[in-house]
Structure formats: structure tokens, C-alpha cells
């Protein structure tokens, strides 16, 4: 029988960060367990390693505040690099509800304290990318600390250091069940390698978070949905200075990446399961679209063997939930980023190792989170989901 403090099941970029924040506050007996062999096979290494401040929500607007400084500063706090790269994002508005929206966001994020956020004019933006086609372009948003990260880099960087300071990383190792001790609220955990005696347990699964909190009799309303990733070869006639541009008029939206292009799109059609095959036909689907708005992708060339399927953990209001179980002390949800978990992990690390270790947390109101919201009717929509 193995004993830890804290058990966290699943070992991408979230639990990484919240071992880190753990273990940085004093909490060093903490156990990670990772099914696969090596860390990131989930949704973490197939992220497109997008951060951004540009929210609709106060509270993922206050998770990015916390979190885009963090990994400004990675490589100085941790001594490992994240590849933290500030080129920004821009989404380019073509209907004046689109301006509406852009705005009211923009006010939100300023009072907010977000310094570096600004709105454009539609001649500012045609004059920064002639090879956009602008016809149609209003105006937009830009944001310059908003950017990418290498999230592989960035988990490693997380869980080293945890790891150097105390924290236990088991591999290949599968949880089985999971037992709570009515006498005295403890947990065991049952894995493929040892039985585990702790007082807290974090789903941190990803994708498949719902299947750890049914071991516990939970039904999390966190379901997978796959998003195609299509990088391209390397092409020279757009700027690899550019921002990560979001196309709102179709959602098609599109990074530098190495000496190319990374293209990413949300395809309404596509229906929630754990289907991780890259679907060949997706790509005429998202070269048509990257053509219509940058008419210079018409030339660009795609190796379809390169693009890529991941898994996004989508809740249905498009927030994480975080925090305790009511029903089960002890046992803590980080689960349901709907895309954002990336992004936002410095800050979930925070605000997890906050509530196991104090009960509270002052980066956000973490009742706004809490699975709670759900049967409470209490659920808050992010629009800008990518």
C-alpha cells in the first residue's frame, strides 16, 4: 500500500500544474498516475498551444490574467522552457453584430485590467495584412500578450520541477476504482500498480473524466469532441510574425507554425465521441475556407499524413468545472476546459492547490465553477469558443 497526500488521475498539462502549484506550496507527498507510457498522448500534445486574455466571461478573462503572466515568466520561475511566444491574436469582425460583441468584450476585459487589448478599424487591419482578403473585414480585436505556447514543453516543464521537489509521477499506470472510507472519509485508490491511501483525489482525465467520477457514483456532464488540427508545408507569402487570425464570419482560424501554417476550424457537424482518426475529407473542408479569407492558402500545400485529431472536454456552458464534490468531500473535479485547458492551466494549478490546501481561493470566485451550477441552474456561457 502506497500512501499520498493528494492523488491526481491523469497526468496532461492540467494535473501537471496543479502538482506544481501543490508542491510550490509546501504540499510535497503528491502522486500522479498516467495511463499511457508517457505523458501528453491525451488531448494535451495535440493542442494547437493557444493563450489568450480575449474572453467573454469575467472569469476565464481573470483565469488568463493569471495565466499568460505565468507563462511570460516559466522559464525564470521553473528553469524549464514553455516557448511562451506573444504574436497575439486578432479576430477579424465582418458583421456589425460581430463590432457589438468585439466591444462589449473589450470593455469587459479592460476593466478588468487586461492593459494591451485593442479594437481596430477595418483599414487598420487590411494595412497590417494586405494578403487577407478585407472586403468584408469591419474591424476587429487584437491582443499582444495574447499568443502561443508549446503545451508538451510546458507539462514537462510543470511536472519536472514537481518532480525534482517531491512529487511521484507513475506511468502506465491505469486507476481501476476508487473507494471511499465512510469511517473516516479517506480514500483508496485501486491502479494497475499499487493500491493508494489518500485524503484527496483530483479527476484530472481530460476526456475521460466522466468515466473516473462514475467509480465514484458521479455522473460529470463532460463529453468528448474531436477537433482536426491541419498543419501545413512550409509556405513564405504570409508573415510567420503574424498573430494566431480568427476569420469570425466562419470560424476558420490559423497560426504560424515551424516555417508553416497550422489551420484549425470547428466543424458544426462534428458529433461528441472518442474519435481520435483525422477524417482525410476534413481537409477540402478547411483549405476552402482558408482560401476564401487569405487567397494566397489557395497555393499552399497540405501532406494530409501531418494533420492531426485531438480531443476536446466539453461541459455544456463551455467552462471548466473545478473545485470539491458535494456529494463526495475530498474528491475535487478539474475537468470539462472545452478547449481552454492549455491556456488555462497556471491558473487551475493555482486555483486547485488553493482549495485543497485552504478551503478558498482569491483568483476567482470559485462558486461561479463548482459542479454545483449545474443542478442549481446557475451555468454562464462562453461565446468565444475556437
Not at 27 to 39: D, F, I, K, S, W
Amino acid at each position: 500500500m502506497h500512501t499520498a497526500d493528494v492523488v491526481l488521475i491523469g497526468g496532461g498539462i492540467v494535473a501537471s500544474s496543479i502538482a506544481y502549484h501543490l508542491v510550490a506550496s509546501g504540499c510535497r507527498n503528491v502522486l500522479v498516475v498516467e495511463r499511457e507510457t508517457a505523458q501528453g498522448k491525451g488531448s494535451t500534445g495535440k493542442s494547437m498551444g493557444g493563450v489568450r486574455a480575449q474572453f467573454s466571461t469575467p472569469v476565464n478573462i481573470q483565469m488568463s490574467l493569471y495565466s499568460i503572466p505565468f507563462y511570460a515568466r516559466f522559464e525564470e520561475r521553473l528553469g524549464y522552457p514553455c516557448d511562451y511566444r506573444p504574436q497575439g491574436y486578432l479576430f477579424c469582425a465582418t458583421s456589425e453584430k460581430h463590432i457589438v460583441y468585439l466591444r462589449a468584450n473589450y470593455e469587459k476585459q479592460v476593466a478588468m485590467g487586461l492593459k494591451d487589448v485593442r479594437l481596430l478599424a477595418g483599414d487598420e487591419i487590411r494595412g497590417m495584412f494586405p494578403q487577407l482578403r478585407g472586403d468584408d473585414i469591419l474591424g476587429g480585436s487584437f491582443c499582444s500578450s495574447d499568443g502561443f505556447v508549446d503545451p508538451y514543453s510546458a507539462m514537462i516543464g510543470f511536472m519536472t520541477w514537481a518532480s525534482d521537489h517531491g512529487a511521484t509521477l507513475w506511468k502506465n499506470t491505469t486507476v481501476t476504482g476508487i473507494t471511499r472510507n465512510i469511517n473516516d472519509g479517506g480514500f483508496e485508490v485501486a491502479t494497475s500498480r499499487d493500491l493508494v491511501s489518500t485524503r484527496t483525489v483530483v479527476n484530472c482525465a481530460g476526456a475521460w473524466a466522466a468515466s473516473i467520477a462514475k467509480m465514484l457514483g458521479i455522473d460529470l456532464p463532460v463529453e468528448p469532441l474531436r477537433r482536426m488540427l491541419v498543419p501545413t508545408e512550409p509556405f513564405d507569402q504570409f508573415p510567420h510574425s503574424a498573430p494566431m487570425i480568427i476569420d469570425m464570419s466562419t470560424g476558420f482560424h490559423f497560426r504560424p507554425e515551424s516555417r508553416g501554417f497550422l489551420l484549425a476550424w470547428n466543424d458544426p457537424e462534428e458529433t461528441p465521441g472518442y474519435k481520435t482518426d483525422f477524417d482525410p475529407g476534413f481537409i477540402e473542408k478547411i483549405l476552402v475556407r482558408a482560401a476564401d479569407r487569405v487567397p494566397v492558402f489557395e497555393n499552399v500545400a497540405v501532406n494530409p499524413k501531418r494533420a492531426w485529431a485531438g480531443l476536446y472536454e466539453m461541459t455544456p456552458d463551455h467552462h471548466p468545472i473545478l473545485g470539491e464534490s458535494p456529494d463526495v468531500p475530498g474528491f475535487f473535479f478539474a475537468n470539462g476546459f472545452s478547449g481552454h485547458g492549455v491556456m488555462h492551466s497556471p491558473a487551475t494549478g493555482k486555483i486547485l492547490s488553493d482549495l485543497i490546501l485552504t478551503g478558498k481561493t482569491d483568483l476567482i470566485d470559485a462558486s461561479l465553477l463548482n459542479f454545483s451550477r449545474f443542478a442549481e441552474g446557475r451555468t454562464i456561457h462562453e461565446t468565444a469558443v475556437l
